[in-house]
């Protein structure tokens, strides 16, 4: 682990649209130590954009040169669980990356924090129907993925937005049936099934939709790297 730290705090992955890195707490002997960042209150993405719905696209482009960021590091580090909730805005204004939940860092062995996946964010390939020996681990393009489902919920995004309609899938209705409905999901995502564009009425501009659709091609190497999908959103 001493490894570990030293690498992340060497590459300064905390700078501008990714939260800082802080250091490394372990609270019980018995579970895995966690990543320590800043504390930062009242500072949630989707509240922030429901009262800022003309800074959209500008954080959308925030977001992309964070995970920009991470994955040009030497190694790569893939973020593996981007979502609003891990998203932050600065008491700048700025939209940061955080909670690195299942981050991990390409070519260094045995570093990789775990946690339980949203399902309606999460690659495919990360997501096996059944049971295997395989280990599903995030890359960049599951990272992208993400991204997809993140931008497809941002620019949606409204004041007062009724809950389903604000979740990707929300064709597909988010009921308490001990999981049932979940695992129907999970296998229309298999299928190639994908968010409907009827049902997300306020991203008017097709370039978005474009992008939102490259980044969640069925393949990883489909998707195009951040660095395009950057470029992209800039012009």
Sequence with gaps: MQVVVKHIMTTKAGRDKTEQFLGIAQIEMSRPPGLVSRFMPHNKFLVYIASHPLQKKEK????????????????????????????????????????????????????????????????????????TEEDFRPTTQSDIFSLAMLLLVLFNHRPNIELQMSLPYNHIRLVNDNGSQEIKLLRRIHAGERPLRERYPTITDGRIWNIIQMCWKPHPMQRPPISQVASMLAS
């Design 60 to 131: 959308a482009m925030e977001i992309a040169l964070g995970l920009q960021y991470l994955h040009s590091r030497n190694p790569p580090v893939i973020h593996g669980d981007i979502k609003p909730d891990n998203i932050l805005i600065s008491d700048t204004g700025v939209a940061q990356l955080n909670d690195f939940g299942t981050s991990r860092i390409l070519d260094v062995q045995g570093f990789t924090t775990k946690a339980m996946r949203n399902m309606r964010y999460t690659a495919p390939e990360l997501l096996p129907i059944t049971e």
